[in-house]
């Protein structure tokens, strides 16, 4: 018995360690996704407002000329970039993601190719593994984003659509919304979607408001943000999964500390009761030997 006791107290030490880890683990991501959701909700607004007037844009200047702009027919290839995580220990996180992207694949009813750039080693690794067209990858990219890695990936994904190799591009990622909650997202970035409603503005400005004046010309306005819009796309869908795989990591973390700590009671009680055990059977035992040492003596 107190062989077992000793295994109990082993095993106590063990998972008060692992509790220590997780609970730092714990503080540590609480910190970084305050600065990353800071981030990711400060650069909101600036996405939507790009998006909104490269769409009004593309609505007025129906003849303007760039790669990036011109409409693939038939559609072949179809290219998902699904942001992950390098690291695990963060929920159901990357399976979310990937999953969510492996559904977007299978729902598409059109013979198409699916391509997948994957950014973050966990999508990587999965992609790889089961034979994916894994058309180019970007890992360990850290926890500060900069937008100059954001920027080599908008150049890789028009490379692919301007070549040829990629006849619609779709960002996969988590939409921050809080710790507890993330979702995945899938947004189309190319070719630019022009809404119903911004086109039929834009003929109505047009026909009522002709001598608006765009400098130098609405064309070269449309042809100068489009590099800057599809970078801007990618850096806010970067932004929004860190945010998201913080806010994961410090809830899967503070779940694994909270299941140490009841693993701790549970073995304390256990243990506590091996060691009665173990004090009643020696009881039992000296009772019975006294017992037979007066019988004896008789």
């Not at 760039?66 to 699904?82: M, N």
């Not at 003929?203 to 765009?214: N, S, V």
């Not at 970067?238 to 503070?254: C, F, N």
Request: charge should be positive.
């Amino acid at each position: 018995m107190a062989k077992g006791v000793r295994d109990y107290k082993r095993r106590i030490r063990s998972v008060n360690n692992t509790m220590q880890i997780t609970r730092a683990m714990k503080m540590v991501d609480a910190a970084k996704l305050r600065r990353a959701q800071e981030k990711a909700e400060a650069s909101r607004p600036y996405t939507g407002k790009l998006q909104e007037v490269v769409a009004r844009l593309v609505a007025m200047a129906a003849q303007a000329k760039h790669p990036l702009l011109e409409r693939h027919d038939p559609i072949k290839k179809v290219t998902y970039v699904v942001i992950t995580a390098d690291r695990g220990l963060c929920g159901a996180f990357n399976t979310n993601i990937i999953r969510r992207a492996i559904h977007a694949i299978s729902e598409d009813g059109r013979p198409v190719e699916a391509g997948i750039v994957a950014v973050g080693r966990k999508g990587r690794d999965f992609y790889r593994k089961r034979g994916y067209n894994l058309q180019g990858d970007f890992i360990n990219l850290g926890d500060k984003l900069d937008y100059t890695q954001a920027r080599e990936i908008g150049q890789f994904i028009a490379q692919l659509y301007e070549e040829g190799a990629a006849d619609e591009v779709y960002l996969v990622y988590a939409h921050f919304v809080n710790a507890m909650r993330q979702i995945p997202t899938v947004q189309k970035v190319l070719p630019i979607e022009t809404p119903e409603e911004i086109t039929a503005e834009a003929e109505e400005f047009a026909k009522f408001a002709p001598d608006y004046i765009y400098e130098p010309n609405v064309e070269e306005i449309l042809i100068s943000l489009l590099p800057r819009y599809l970078m801007s796309q990618v850096y806010h869908a970067m932004l929004e999964s860190k945010a998201s795989e913080h806010g994961a990591r410090m809830t899967a973390m503070g779940n694994a500390t909270e299941n140490a700590s009841e693993l701790v009671e549970v073995l304390t009680l256990e243990m506590n009761k091996a060691r009665q055990a173990a004090i009643t059977s020696e009881i039992i035992e000296i009772s019975g030997g006294a017992e037979a040492l007066k019988k004896g003596g008789k």
